[in-house]
């Protein structure tokens, strides 16, 4: 056998096959997007000849550009985001203007091409509020292949990248219809065979070690600040969905765009010492939300236009209200019930929720308890002290009945004896900004930092345009029902006094300058509640007050905490994002709740969250707004998107806790846990099963090794139990 540097010579020529330029579609030739068109699964190649097939019209490319610069008028962190402060300034350095300025000078072959390089550029923000998606593209077809990937730890603490051992489980069930597909592609005598490669060990990606792809990958996957957790996108993860657990594939099982044709890989499966090369293709599968189209005009005109939801509409001349934002399908939390207006901070991706289902054995086989509702579902662990809450978002249910849930969950677990409280926030991205405050008001009780606010001050963007908005609200008394965010009396200044109707809470704007641009935000009171006994000056203070208490609750918080806070643990895979941040922030700075990030790589520091933000919203929201307070006409306003797109911004930047001068979301927010997968751990669900345990009695490592089809790693149990036995003794 050939030694590894070899085999990875032999397949450095395979590398990820990326985007194709366009060719101009001729006479008699076959239009691409008919040959994908009533198909299921489709070669990543043809999805991408389809959407490669479009020019660039320069009104539409113009019309995009216009839209997405006049939007970031209203986004709190551009000017930050130029040169972010540490420990982010590496990871964040990004001269937005500077670069639409240059996309909009650039030629491009299709405008696929064009839609990536404004994409990605965006991304590079690292910022889960500040996105650009055009459903045209991003997640019409999913990019997938049946091997998730994990970071596992061993014994002696080196840490390698394995194919799943659960890989076969999940992709036989999420993809039987197309499983074949891969298992025909195995070479020799591995076809067939594909469960064999559960659990292999990964030496090489397309010839290279395998960070160097999880490192690319965390260049373009945008989202968070940190590097640790953009490195853990590259993996499989969980998390709780409305109905049960969900099954994340991670970046290189799932893309959501067509940009890889296959991967070449060098493993050592288990049991196995030789290495062996494979190449598996990636498969396209359409989204169910993908309209259905049988050539290249259907496609355009069924996906790629304006729809309703993309562009605001005036209140006052809609019977309907508010209408629904076309960015709710990329919002990273279920869509709620509730008919009231709640303020929702939530990242947005280009891939939507994940609806693969964790498979059945990994699945929490107690009870879920009284209070449980659809993303948030409580457990007693088999110690009698451990409750456990499963959330994973903070929106999704009816307002009302995730505030109420919470309270009557936390309370059926004190009922049954649990002095201690894990709460996994895997993979949330963020909600009700009140019911962030709530569940932190009421697992601590009321104390200094959670009355009369439990969560943070924040600013808002204080530029001309929305200060005409707000006056025009005044003047011709616009918005009579307060669904307008910019309606002075949504708001509290930072002595929690409501702003009169009439006061134009954005005059006089703070001015700053950061990293060279002038900027303004909102000014209110000096004299500020910082949480400490006595007021504090600051001269030029720019905040928002508390908005959750009394009346953004509606039910009453206990009069005591539910929880030592000693006794409570958040754990998440870092990426808790939006309102989970202003929870997990608030609950580790202030009440010294312990933080654990799972399965990180171990010389790269583990954020517990990121993408802080203080409220999120949308271009779809923002327009609303402008219309609706008559202002469309302006020349500082965006016209209407001609395309299926949304754009993202932060609304308010919430200030930090230790450094209350500065946004908190330029802040570090060290684990304080990496929890390692390591064989124990991967083996330890089955710890409880006492039959396999019996028949199996081996030690860990030998059982992960000989036995990879038993043991796993996306497995909440296993999880909750090493977290209590590691931090809560």
């Known amino acids: 056998m050939a030694p590894l540097h070899q085999l990875l010579a032999l397949v450095s020529a395979f590398g990820v096959i990326t985007i194709h330029a366009a060719s101009d579609l001729q006479k008699g030739k076959p239009d691409p997007c008919a040959v994908i068109g009533g198909q299921k699964w489709v070669a990543p190649a043809d999805v991408r000849a389809c959407f490669s097939s479009f020019k660039v019209d320069p009104a539409i490319k113009s019309n995009i550009l216009d839209v997405v610069s006049k939007t970031l008028a209203f986004h709190t962190s551009v000017n930050y985001q130029i040169k972010a402060p540490e420990p982010f300034t590496e990871f964040v350095h990004e001269d937005l203007f500077k670069d639409i300025e240059r996309i909009s000078k650039t030629s491009y072959p299709s405008d696929y091409d064009l839609h990536v390089d404004l994409s990605r550029t965006i991304k590079r923000l690292n910022d889960g509020h500040c996105v650009w998606i055009n459903a045209c593209y991003d997640s019409s077809f999913l990019n997938f292949l049946p091997i998730p990937l994990a970071l596992l730890t061993e014994k002696d603490g080196t840490q390698n990248v394995h194919i799943v051992p659960e890989a076969f489980q999940v992709a036989s069930a999420e993809f039987a219809d197309e499983i074949s597909v891969w298992q025909d592609a195995l070479p020799g005598p591995l076809k067939g065979k594909l469960e064999t490669l559960s659990g292999a060990k990964v030496l090489a990606i397309n010839g290279k070690p395998p960070f160097d792809a999880v490192n690319a990958n965390a260049l373009i996957t945008g989202s968070f600040q940190g590097l640790g957790t953009r490195q853990n996108a590259f993996f499989s993860s969980y998390a709780r969905s409305t109905t049960n657990f969900s099954y994340s594939m991670g970046n290189f099982a799932q893309q959501s765009l067509p940009l890889s044709d296959s991967v070449t890989l060098v493993i050592q499966r288990v049991n196995h010492i030789v290495p062996e090369v494979i190449t598996l293709p990636y498969r396209s599968r359409i989204n169910p939300a993908t309209v259905p189209f049988n050539s290249s005009a259907s496609y355009r005109a069924n996906n790629c236009v304006a729809v309703d939801g993309t562009n605001g509409v005036d209140l006052q001349e809609s019977s309907s209200g508010l209408a629904p934002s076309a960015a709710g399908k990329f919002q990273q939390a279920p869509p709620s019930s509730s008919s009231k207006k709640h303020f929702l901070n939530v990242i947005m991706d280009t891939a939507p929720l994940s609806d693969v289902v964790l498979p059945p054995a990994l699945q929490p086989t107690a009870p879920a308890l009284n209070g449980s509702f659809g993303v948030g579902t409580f457990y007693m662990q088999k110690d009698g002290k451990t409750g456990v809450l499963a959330l994973g978002s903070f929106s999704g249910a009816d307002f009302n009945v995730m505030e109420s849930g919470l309270l009557e969950g936390l309370l059926t677990l004190k009922s049954m004896g649990a002095t201690q409280l894990i709460v996994d926030v895997t993979n949330n991205g963020g909600g009700f900004i009140c019911v962030a405050h709530w569940l932190h008001r009421i697992i601590v009780g009321p104390k200094s930092t959670t009355v009369p606010e439990a969560g943070l001050d924040t600013k808002a963007r204080d530029g001309p345009l929305a200060r005409q908005i707000v006056q025009q609200i005044i003047d011709k008394n616009l918005d009579p029902n307060q669904e307008l965010l910019y309606n002075p009396l949504n708001w509290n200044d ?99 709740v312990k933080t654990v990030v799972v399965g990180g790589k171990k010389d790269v520091q583990q954020e517990y969250c990121g993408t802080v933000g203080g409220q999120s919203t949308d271009y779809s929201t923002i327009d609303t707004e402008i219309k609706t307070a008559q202002l469309k006409n302006s020349s500082l306003a965006p016209p209407d998107l001609l395309v299926n797109g949304v754009q993202g911004i932060t609304w308010r930047l919430g200030f930090g806790i230790q450094d209350t001068t500065q946004p908190e979301e330029w802040q570090d927010h060290p684990a304080d846990l990496n929890l390692p997968l390591t064989p124990d751990l991967c083996a330890a669900p089955f710890s409880s099963h006492a039959k396999r345990a019996n028949t199996f009695a081996f030690p860990a490592l030998i059982f992960f090794f000989f036995f990879p089809f038993f043991v796993s790693v996306n497995n909440p149990v296993a999880i909750w139990e090493a977290v209590a036995a590691k931090l809560l003794v």
């Open 494 to 592: 930072a002595n929690g006094v409501q702003f009169p109707a009439t006061d134009n809470w954005l005059l006089p704007p703070v001015n700053v300058q950061i990293n060279g641009h002038a900027d303004a935000f909102t000014q209110r009171s000096n004299f500020l509640n910082l949480k400490e006994p006595d007021a504090i000056l600051i001269s030029s203070a720019s905040r928002l007050g508390q908005e959750c208490q009394p009346s953004g609750f509606t039910s009453t918080p206990p009069d005591v905490a539910l929880f030592n806070s000693s006794k409570v643990v958040i754990v998440s895979n870092g990426r808790c994002a939006s309102s989970c941040s202003l929870f997990s922030i608030t609950m580790a700075k202030e009440e010294g």
